[in-house]
């Protein structure tokens, strides 16, 4: 069974820095397509990242730049370094992997970007 556990949430003054991990299980990481994406109460969940197993990242374009996903093969785990945080950039922000089965979300972390 796939499990996603997302960390490293928390408040931070604008121009600050956070790094978000994702504990996978359950799956092949080293092949999978790891995806970090955020939501805000009213709103639609938005995508943020993603890398593939070769690497490959692409970013929407607020966060280019500034925000920079990674992966560790060895601890099954993928980051999310964001640098430069904005008030905006404020949300609960989900781990997912998209499987032959369907999609797996982690609980999701809060960012709180505030002064």
């Known amino acids: 069974q796939v499990q996603l556990v997302e960390s490293g949430g928390g408040l931070v003054q604008p121009g600050g820095s956070l790094r978000l991990s994702c504990a996978a299980s359950?799956?092949?990481?080293?092949?999978?397509?790891m995806a970090w994406y955020r939501q805000v109460p009213g709103k639609e969940r938005e995508l943020v990242a993603t890398?593939?197993?070769?690497?490959?990242?692409n970013y929407i374009d607020s966060v280019k730049g500034r925000f920079t996903i990674s992966r560790d093969n060895a601890k099954n785990t993928v980051y999310l370094q964001m640098n430069s945080l904005k008030p905006e950039d404020t949300a609960v922000y989900y781990c997912?992997?998209?499987?032959?089965?369907?999609?797996?979300w982690g609980q999701g972390t809060q960012v709180t970007v505030s002064s």
């Open positions: 997912k992997t998209p499987q032959i089965g369907g999609d797996h």
């Open positions: 890398i593939t197993g070769g690497g490959s990242t």
């Open positions: 359950g799956l092949i990481f080293s092949f999978a397509t």
